[in-house]
């Protein structure tokens, strides 16, 4: 099924190509070559559309797999929070298999008092419901998290393997730079690019002349360093190729970038929590003393949440928070927040970490349904979501998140990338390397930051909004609200492309 999904959507690809660019000749980003897959167009420095297809569970290079259930449960209505965690840790303590399974646990049909959180603090456990007949309440009061999947630590240097890169570009796309000394590394290392962020782009990007009100931060060196995880695939003299391109370009003049090995011993994998309705007890619409974030997930990757949906919760359906990696959210429903409607609130499906893909999800009431929080490092992708009764914007909300496309995002409320200025303590340019693509919305905001890259909106469907600071440089846009163009799916058809390259 899947397959065939894949081949129709590569069509309506190669629909689009021949009578949509093609008969737009002033298409500077992307092309159809002779054999059917993209060619991406360089800008004068070298810049082209990353690839954003390796994104999700084992970067889309396996599905989700279906685990054996091992134990079942049934609700008491006295202990179930115990018993269902009780269910884990014994699980916990089973040796996982080659695939890196330990087993599932089947929650039987039913409602399943939950007075505090359930923990997986272990690889392997799949938390599986039989659809929505299967119903988790966050009972009681206090802000918390109903399910939390979290390892422990944080990625952590490996000593003496830190190593400069030497090119004095390294454009947005590129999957391959040169490095000073390629000795101590080897195919299938994992490593770290690290980009400083400087007083000089501070200065250039002036994010150092917030219009200060009450609590305004201005950025500080230092406080802006971006690292992205990734893994060598080649190597050839000190040139190395790594698995996921650059989404943000590196410049000698803003310190380069350097790369080193890293560990992260703590950080699970192959968690799944699947097939459930899980709400939160409330007192009234505005009422905050009560459930969260119905999953929420951190020192995790290859991970899923796959068909769950959440009511009544304060701020999330699924959270993925900074040590995130790798892993699919899909088909999963946000309905019916309660909380105030106002800042830190009703994130439907908030992403901070990385290589992450939310697909096929819907939010109703929310204020920043698809979204992503500060120094977010991609590629990470939100694919055919839709958002209804939105109270907010859609879009990266803060501080510069790197590399993410919004792919078929509906919305009867707005998408904003842009300068968001003295907003929240200081929030500023909202992100770089941001792609709308084939999306619908009330309003859109689109905005290039100063230097450091450009965001794109290709297809949308919109009026098009000023912002809420003017005189920005505006984004890239093409094919602006041509109703005529069936506009395909960028993630779908980098994902084909790369598929038939592996093959």
């Known amino acids: 099924m899947m397959r065939e999904k894949l081949l129709s959507l590569s069509l309506l690809c190669l629909t689009f190509f021949v009578n949509g660019f093609a008969q737009e000749p002033q298409s500077n980003l992307i092309k159809l070559s002779k054999d059917g897959r993209l060619t991406y167009l360089p800008n004068a420095k070298g810049d082209i559309i990353p690839d954003f297809s390796a994104v999700g569970y084992h970067q889309n290079n396996k599905q989700i797999p279906q685990v054996k259930v091992l134990k079942e449960l049934v609700p008491n209505g006295t202990n179930d929070q115990h018993q269902i965690q009780e269910a884990i840790n014994e699980l916990a ?35 599986r419901g039989e659809g929505t007949a299967t119903k988790l309440i966050a009972t009681g009061t206090g802000q918390r998290k109903l399910i939390s999947v979290n390892g422990t630590g944080k990625p952590k240097e490996v000593p003496h393997t830190r190593v400069q890169i030497t ?15 390629a000795e101590s590394f080897k195919e299938g290392d ?50 190395i190729t790594i ?11 803003y310190g380069g970038g350097e790369i080193y090995k890293y560990t992260f011993e703590g950080r699970i994998s192959e968690v799944g929590i699947e097939n459930m309705l899980l709400e939160s ?27 769950v949906t959440s009511k009544y919760f304060g701020y999330s359906c699924v959270n993925l928070a900074t ?37 096929d999800c819907l939010a109703d009431e929310g204020r920043h349904d698809y979204v992503t929080g500060a120094k977010v490092a991609g590629p990470n992708v939100f694919y055919n979501c839709k958002a209804t009764n939105a109270k907010a914007d859609i879009g990266p909300h803060h501080r510069w998140a ?59 469907i919109a009026t098009k909004s000023e912002g809420r600071l003017k005189n920005r440089p505006d ?27 592996n093959n």
């Open 167 to 181: 090119d004095a570009y390294v454009p947005v796309g590129a999957k391959s730079f040169t490095i000073s000394k």
């Open 475 to 501: 984004g890239i846009w093409e094919g602006f609200n041509k109703k005529e163009l069936r506009v395909p799916s960028l993630y779908i058809k980098q994902l084909v492309d790369r598929k038939k390259t």
């Open 402 to 460: 790197v590399g993410t496309l919004y792919d078929n995002i509906i919305t009867d409320g707005d998408i904003n990338v842009q300068d968001r200025g003295n907003w929240g303590t200081g929030h500023g340019w909202a992100g770089v390397t941001q792609m709308l693509w084939n999306c619908k919305a009330k309003k859109v905001t689109l905005q290039n930051p100063y230097v450091s890259g450009n965001n794109y909106a290709i297809g949308v």
């Open 281 to 307: 007890a409330y007192q009234s619409d505005t009422d905050e003393n009560h459930g969260w974030d119905a999953v929420w997930m951190n020192r995790v990757e290859n991970a899923w949440v796959s068909n």
């Open 243 to 253: 698995d996921n391109p650059v989404v943000m370009a590196m410049e000698i003049q």
């Open 93 to 127: 303590k089973l040796p996982m298999n080659k695939d890196g399974f330990r087993g599932a646990i089947l929650l039987k049909k039913g409602t399943y008092k939950i007075p505090g959180s359930i923990h997986i603090t272990t690889s392997g456990i799949i938390l």
């Open 190 to 239: 994992d490593i770290m690019i690290f980009r400083p962020g400087t007083t000089k782009w501070i200065q250039d990007i002036k994010m150092d002349q917030i219009d200060a009100r009450d609590g305004t931060v201005q950025w500080k060196a230092g406080e802006y360093d971006l690292y992205f995880e990734r893994k060598i695939v080649a190597i050839k003299d000190n040139q």
């Open 323 to 359: 040590y995130s990696r790798q892993v699919t959210v899909q088909n999963c429903t946000s309905l019916a927040p309660k909380s105030k409607v106002e800042g830190g609130r009703r994130y439907s499906f908030n992403n901070d970490g990385q290589l992450n893909l939310v697909r």
